[in-house]
């Protein structure tokens, strides 16, 4: 089974204390690299959700976004009102037994410890569901990715049966295409037949026909294409692999091409040409 690197995923969660929003989008890429944009007070969520991808993704570009919005009533400052009477009191004890004493101001009671509150979310409440939205997030990228792969795979194989219908029409046009190509050369020849060595001329045919015959590169487009397949059943990246059997099989057509003698080969190594190049094109997508 193969995965795409395209693929996009999406993940909310509202609570009393606010709501968080993640999204995934991944696209090509020859390595893994992902990129995060995340809020500062979350900002060292990064290496976890680095690892979690490491753990489940092999290649792509990555770009991680997080962003969470307080809500209204869950933020802010408050005052402790029993930390601030004690306070009192022990301000009143110290009045009494010194005099003159000056009291502090607003600000510097606010400054002692315990008297002004944060009364937001705990810090680490909000990173736990962060880690555990990533999660799911990545679960739906994931998925997304071997369903974008599935169709991948499918058009792959479509290219793969054309190029074999390409392989079997070249393979029953060989003998005639030998044979015509000798009778028209032994024709083009008859007037000066009486010229040359008998055995000469039979070598340059041999050679000619020697030249002209394509089964080794029929044969290794078969093999290659019977690779493909194989790899397109593996679990795991296998997008390199891929890309490199493009590169074997397009050396074959090439070379087919340029053994042909007549419009059929030529057709047929063109049409090959155009069938790998499409498939090309899908494997630069697969992981």
């Known amino acids: 089974m193969v995965h795409s690197m395209t693929a996009f995923a999406r993940q909310e969660r509202a609570a009393p204390w606010g709501t968080l929003q993640l999204e995934l989008r991944s696209v ?64 009143g004890e110290v009045r009494q037994a010194v005099e003159d004493t000056t009291p502090p101001d607003a600000l510097a009671l606010l400054d002692y410890p315990g008297v002004l509150e944060n009364r937001g979310p705990d810090p680490e409440t909000i990173k736990a569901e962060a880690l555990a939205l990533f999660e799911r997030a990545l679960d739906d990228l994931v998925a997304g990715r071997a369903r974008e792969g599935d169709k991948l795979a499918a058009l792959i194989r479509e290219r793969l049966a ?25 024709e083009r020849l008859e007037t000066v037949m009486a010229e040359l060595d008998p055995q000469r001329l039979e070598a340059e045919l041999t050679l000619l026909a020697q030249k002209a015959d394509v089964d080794e590169e029929l044969d290794r487009l078969a093999t290659h294409v019977a690779e493909v397949k194989r790899q397109l059943d593996q679990k795991g990246p296998v997008g390199r692999r891929l890309d490199f059997l493009m590169q074997e ?20 190594a ?13 494997v630069q997508n697969i992981e």
């Not at 074999?164 to 000798?182: N, S, Y």
């Not at 091409?257 to 080969?265: C, E, F, I, L």
């Open 162 to 186: 054309g190029i074999e219908a390409q392989v079997t029409e070249v393979r029953r046009l060989m003998p005639q295409i030998l044979e015509r190509q000798r009778a028209q050369l032994l």
């Open 28 to 91: 090509n890429q020859r390595y893994l690299e992902p990129h995060f944009r995340l809020p500062e007070s979350l900002r060292d969520l990064e290496p976890a959700f680095r690892d979690a991808l490491r753990a489940r993704l092999a290649r792509g570009k990555v770009e991680v976004s997080l962003r969470f919005d307080a809500a209204g009533d869950s933020a802010g400052l408050a005052v402790n009102p029993a930390r601030l009477a004690e306070l009192s009191r022990a301000l």
């Open 249 to 268: 099989l397009n050396r074959e057509a090439n070379t087919l091409s340029s053994k042909s003698v007549v419009a059929s080969t030529t057709r047929c």
């Open 270 to 282: 063109v049409e090959l040409k155009v069938l790998i190049e499409q498939m090309r094109e899908q």
